[in-house]
T-cell receptor, first 112, second 113 residues
Framework: SQQGEEDPQALSIQEGENATMNCSYK?????LQWYRQNSGRGLVHLIL?????REKHSGRLRVTLDTSKKSSSLLITASRAADTASYFC????????????FGTGTRLQVTL | GAVVSQHPSWVICKSGTSVKIECRSL??????MFWYRQFPKQSLMLMAT?????????EQGVEKDKFLINHASLTLSTLTVTSAHPEDSSFYIC?????????FGPGTRLTVL
């Protein structure tokens, strides 16, 4: 299977804390994307990082990519209860998003 | 971003019946779209890729005669689960490909009794 692995599988933190999720993959990629999924809903695209980039920021999100280790991390700073969701990484080998391979996901719970 | 809808959002059916799920792009036209299946607390698994006007390409292990995909127009694709069984109960999500990005529908929860 080409599916990536994410850890932790589940993460519970308090509001205001930072949340870090990791994603490892197996093949070379063109880019890696992070998505959020609220329970029983579709996916929301969060951020894309290309294979020649090492770090990217978007609001409270910080994504890193280490292609030598085939791994990426998603950091959510100053978490809020509304950040409670599942987070998935998805690798794109083609660069055209025509074949995304999703990781196993991290379920984040942010409590008040 | 692009808007994709799915109908129905949830469906319960008896074993042996067929269920059709619609996926529509509301504000753009795209030739390529995807159907995924997601079991509880698991990741999305690609079932098939379809291009408008041609036959869908199914992933290994996905039965094309059981999961019928009709991509008849640039804004509508349907997935029909034929002779559904309890093991087909899952969350089905479609997505459209546009400008090198996939736009996902909200998903359809299928429960087969």
């Amino acid at each position: 299977s080409q599916q990536g692995e994410e850890d932790p599988q589940a993460l519970s933190i308090q509001e205001g804390e930072n949340a870090t999720m990791n994603c490892s993959y197996k093949t070379s990629i063109n880019n890696l994307q992070w998505y959020r999924q609220n329970s029983g809903r579709g996916l929301v695209h969060l951020i894309l990082i290309r294979s020649n980039e090492r770090e990217k920021h978007s609001g409270r999100l910080r994504v890193t990519l280490d292609t030598s280790k085939k791994s990426s991390s998603l950091l959510i700073t100053a978490s809020r209860a509304a950040d409670t969701a599942s987070y998935f990484c998805a690798t794109d080998r083609t660069g055209t998003a025509s074949k995304l391979t999703f990781g196993t996901g991290t379920r984040l719970q942010v409590t008040l | 971003g692009a808007v994709v809808s799915q109908h129905p959002s949830w469906v319960i059916c008896k074993s042996g019946t067929s269920v059709k799920i619609e996926c529509r792009s509301l504000d753009f036209q795209a030739t390529t779209m995807f159907w995924y299946r997601q079991f509880p607390k698991q990741s999305l698994m690609l079932m098939a890729t379809s291009n408008e006007g041609s036959k869908a390409t199914y992933e290994q292990g996905v039965e094309k005669d059981k999961f019928l995909i009709n991509h008849a127009s640039l804004t509508l694709s349907t997935l029909t689960v034929t002779s559904a069984h309890p093991e087909d109960s899952s969350f089905y999500i479609c997505s459209y490909l546009a400008d090198n990005e996939q736009f996902f529908g909200p998903g359809t929860r299928l429960t087969v009794l």
